[in-house]
């Protein structure tokens, strides 16, 4: 499946339900300080479709990650980024 998900989420975590056709649902949580790269690649295990003629046994789901990147920003919002990114690069 492929799952959308904005440049905060993809830098500071994501936390999200996948709904099954069973009627269960599974929550996703990215690991503290994980940064989701784009077309990145999460499997879970046992997760997924079941098997043919082996209803019991489930193979993985496989969730690529779609970063929606903004199409612009403003002046303001790319000082704001700047003065972000130079503290975590430690360019102060």
Do not use: Y
């Amino acid at each position: 499946m492929k799952k959308q998900i904005t440049v905060m989420e993809a830098m500071c975590g994501l936390d999200f339900v996948v709904n099954f056709l069973d009627g269960t649902d599974f929550r996703v949580q990215s690991e503290e300080g994980q940064v989701i790269q784009p077309e990145q690649i999460l499997t879970i295990e046992e997760k997924g479709m079941p098997f043919h003629k082996k209803s019991w046994l489930f193979g993985n789901l496989f969730i690529m990650f779609i970063v929606n990147f903004p199409d612009t920003i403003n002046a303001e919002q790319k000082l704001a980024v700047k003065a972000c990114m130079n503290k975590f690069e430690g360019q102060e």
